[in-house]
């Protein structure tokens, strides 16, 4: 697990100081080595975290007599099979890394190099006898890759903060991105919170030619497969056969890992597979729990489940205040402007997971899969009568944060013009799936297109690479994901139950009253901290903020606070416009510079 930057001039030569500066940019990435690697108008920056070949893994890394040079980012799980049929293929290796296999892959399979690689990954592969740079990004989008074109060439890199100083103008908020984010929480597609920095899609690969683009295609589709079977048993057969390669695959490393449990159904799997093998006997395991809120079953289920399997358990506790004052972090970290309060507790866990371990697995993916969520069991007559209100996505994900009232009050005239852009990702990834899928499986496909890796992973990736921590997320390997989108969907749903098919797999292993319990997910009360001396302070600096010239009505941001303090009904909007202030004065105000770990958010944005 790693960072990668690099430049590829039209004409120049890359200069050194700028390349090592957008490898300072991502050095949170990889904290144990920074190399680069020059070659005229080419410039290639890697900051490594050592997980696979500790010794002998460093990149960039060459091939064919330094024709070809690769850096790369994340794990590339078959490595051990590729090696093998490459190295019969004439192949001649280097190092034991798993990256390595990219560059033979590439020489010796031709344009079908990627279809072979299991694993998640974002990389740049320079042929230098065609004069090509490669970019590529793995199926599901689980590693980040964000690029930008000047008119001096194409400069790339694993987080877009790192690319913001080269951009002419400066970073400059993109509208329709800033609309999405307000009303789903976070921004989709190829553009990006900031004007002229594009984000490299999930299964892409771009070519550039010269510093400019030449190409752009997607390698992977779960379109076309067929359904998986009739059969419940034989379906939980080929989900067992299947989860133990992916599984073995997964579990290489030559560091020990930990598990992030959070006592729900898809980390309770993950652990299964991992107590399967003989070296996950005494597996550490995370949970955080927040000692100010509600008490939450989801603890006492962890708890039980660590001393039922032998786990060393470590409970990280935290508190609302420890929270809060950790949001400027966090925002950093997070890159993009994603609104999930998820991020806090996950950066928390991940603090204290990496003083012992560089690599966690955890059960993202688990809902998205077997349809867990409550809105893949909305009835048809409710789909029907939202689909009537905001067409395009048969009634699924309709229904913006903001709502009407407050879109009136808080946006200017000339964001609420870019209102369309809230469900456009919705809209989009719907109308791409074949009409001969369910509507079921159209809302799984939306989901994965757009918030899984637009929110979800960068929760995953950007809060736990902060803190030099790898995340393996085993239920996003792409043959799940292809196995679960095709299986029947009364193997998934049943009436107002979801998740079926995980749940009877694992409910023999861990109990119906553990696996068929609510779904509670966790949840930060943000609104206990949007009140008294905090709130009179946010009603002192935000309507006049420099986050909000422009795009925002000053007397809406002030209605929406009053609004907080006579009512208190109104926080997750306030949440997000605090969020949206401290993104504002980090990347658009400020050069990027990192927090310190704990400061108050409200003073950080004064």
């Known amino acids: 697990m790693c960072g990668i ?34 070659d005229g108008p080419l410039g290639l920056a890697h900051t490594r975290l050592s997980i696979i070949d500790l010794a002998g893994g460093d990149q960039p890394l060459f091939a064919d007599d330094g024709r070809l040079a690769l850096i790369a980012n994340g794990e590339i799980y078959n490595f051990i099979e590729l090696r093998r049929d490459l190295e019969a293929r004439g192949a001649v290796f280097a190092t034991h890394s798993d990256c390595e296999t990219i560059l033979h892959a590439y020489r010796h399979y031709g344009e079908g190099f990627l279809e072979k690689l299991n694993g998640m990954f974002a990389f740049a592969l320079y042929d230098k006898t065609k004069g090509k740079l490669l970019l590529a990004r793995d199926r599901l989008g689980i590693k980040p890759l964000f690029f930008a074109e000047t008119a001096d060439g194409v400069y790339f890199a694993s987080e877009q903060k790192a690319l913001f100083p080269i951009l002419p103008q400066g970073p400059t908020i993109n509208p329709a991105a800033l609309i999405q984010s307000l009303e789903t929480g976070f921004n989709t597609g190829a553009n990006t919170m900031v004007t002229g920095v594009e984000r490299l899609q999930p299964g892409e690969l771009a070519v550039f030619e010269a510093g400019k683009l030449l190409s752009r ?23 067992e056969t299947l989860m133990e390669q ?36 005494e597996l550490a395991s995370y ?65 204290e997971a990496a003083k012992d371990f560089k690599v966690v697995f955890s059960g993202e993916g688990g809902d998205e899969l077997f349809a867990g ?34 879109r009136k009050k808080l946006l200017s005239s000339s964001l609420r013009s870019r209102l369309a852009a809230g469900r456009q990702g919705f809209k989009d990834a719907w109308r791409r799936t074949p009409n001969t899928w369910s509507d079921l499986q159209r809302m799984q496909y939306t989901d994965m297109t757009t918030e899984l890796p637009d929110q979800l992973l960068v929760k995953v990736d950007r809060m736990l690479m902060a803190w030099g921590l790898e995340g393996r997320v085993p239920l996003l390997d792409h043959r799940l994901v292809e196995f679960a989108l095709n299986l029947p969907d009364d193997f998934k749903v049943r009436g107002r139950e979801g998740k079926l098919f995980l749940k009877r797999w694992a409910e023999p292993i861990f109990g119906s009253d553990l696996i068929r319990r609510p779904k509670r997910g966790f949840s930060v009360h943000v609104g206990m901290c949007l009140n008294g001396e905090n709130l009179r302070k946010l009603g002192q600096l935000l309507p006049d903020h420099p986050a909000f010239s422009g795009l925002f009505n000053p007397s809406g ?47 950080f944005i004064a």
Do not use: C
């Open 557 to 603: 941001i002030t209605d929406l606070i009053n609004r907080q303090a006579t009512k208190q009904d109104v926080p997750e909007i306030l949440w997000s416009l605090l969020q949206l202030a401290v993104w504002h004065r980090l990347f658009i105000e400020g050069n990027g510079q990192k927090p310190d770990v704990f400061t108050d958010p409200i003073d």
């Open 5 to 38: 930057a690099g430049i590829f001039l039209r004409e120049a030569d890359v200069d050194s100081h700028q390349l090592d500066q957008l490898a300072l940019r991502i050095s949170h990435r990889g904290p144990d080595n920074t190399k680069t690697h020059l």
């Open 217 to 239: 295609r997607h390698f992977w589709s779960p379109f076309g497969l067929p359904t998986a079977h009739t059969h419940f048993d034989e379906a939980l057969d080929e989900f």
């Open 246 to 281: 992916v599984m073995l695959e997964h579990m290489r490393s030559d560091v020990p890992f930990a598990l992030f449990l959070s006592g729900g159904v898809d980390s309770s799997v993950v652990l299964e597979w991992l107590r399967r093998e003989e070296g996950a006997r």
């Open 373 to 406: 969520y409550g809105r893949y069991r909305r009835t048809k007559l409710q789909r029907w009568l939202a689909n009537l209100r905001s067409p395009g996505s048969g009634g699924f994900r309709t229904r913006g944060e903001l709502g009407s009232e407050w």
């Open 287 to 351: 949970t955080l729990t927040m000692t100010d809120a509600p008490n939450h079953d989801d603890l006492e289920a962890a708890k039980f489940i660590a001393k039922r399997f032998g786990l060393r358990h470590h409970i990280v506790e935290s508190n609302l205040p420890t929270l809060f004052k950790h949001l400027p972090f966090a925002v950093w970290a997070a890159d993009d402007f994603i609104v999930d309060h998820a991020i806090l507790p996950t950066s928390l866990l991940a603090r």
